[in-house]
T-cell receptor, first 113, second 112 residues
Framework: DAGITQSPRHKVTETGTPVTLRCHQT?????MYWYRQDPGHGLRLIHY???????DKGEVSDGYSVSRSKTEDFLLTLESATSSQTSVYFC????????????FGSGTRLTVV | AQSVTQLDSQVPVFEEAPVELRCNYS??????LFWYVQYPNQGLQLLLK??????LVESINGFEAEFNKSQTSFHLRKPSVHISDTAEYFCAVSRGFQKLVFGTGTRLLVSP
């Protein structure tokens, strides 16, 4: 989507290394989310942010941390990557009226070998 | 907490045939309901949503969904599918300002 970009689009990393994924938005939306998508599980929420420096855990937050120092950027860090974190990661944004739904980025495909 | 069940992981259908993708949710309070579509190697796009009012909602590409409170369902339908409708479809629910909860997805496979 034009208002939200994720980088990198693809990454292969080794077990035990730290990895940071970036989500950048140009919509000035307050809320940002990180999801992972796995077959049979759909999308599961990792972490979310409701403002600069305001973040909270989702249902699958173990092994992940996030930071949001600016409205437009939301970083997801895998502190020590494991093979179970091989997945497709999606960032999403929403404004105050979350009933409008979320806007998703194109995803980052991460492979941990 | 609310949850979403999509009973069918995959639905094969021939082109121009009708299709229904099922979605049931569990919540004891009023909810907002959404259908998202994901084309191969892309992110999710909002297809349609129910917030309030008319229980039948429509998308611009011919899909419709009906909110049924008594059956706690929000099934997605299309009277005649195209090859280009091949994608994965996700049902999602939220309650007020709570976060979206997604179902596990249904892969629609349209064959000529």
């Amino acid at each position: 989507d034009a208002g939200i970009t994720q980088s990198p689009r693809h990454k292969v990393t080794e077990t035990g290394t730290p990895v940071t994924l970036r989500c950048h938005q140009t919509e000035n939306h307050r809320y940002m989310y990180w999801y992972r998508q796995d077959p049979g599980h759909g999308l599961r929420l990792i972490h979310y942010s409701y403002g600069v420096k305001d973040t909270d855990k989702g249902e699958v937050s173990d092994g992940y941390s996030v930071s949001r120092s600016k409205t437009e950027d939301f970083l997801l860090t895998l502190e020590s990557a494991t093979s179970s974190q091989t997945s497709v990661y999606f960032c999403a944004i929403s404004d105050e009226r979350r009933s409008y739904g979320y806007t998703f980025g194109s995803g980052t495909r991460l492979t941990v070998v | 907490a609310q949850s979403v069940t999509q009973l069918d992981s995959q639905v094969p259908v021939f082109e121009e045939a009708p299709v229904e993708l099922r979605c049931n949710y569990s919540s004891s309070v009023s909810v907002y309901l959404f259908w998202y579509v994901q084309y191969p190697n892309q992110g999710l796009q909002l297809l349609l949503k129910y917030l309030s009012g008319s229980t039948l909602v429509e998308s611009i590409n011919g899909f419709e969904a009906e909110f049924n409170k008594s059956q706690t369902s929000f099934h997605l339908r299309k009277p005649s599918v195209h090859i280009s409708d091949t994608a994965e479809y996700f049902c999602a629910v939220s309650r007020g300002f709570q976060k979206l909860v997604f179902g596990t997805g249904t892969r629609l496979l349209v064959s000529p």
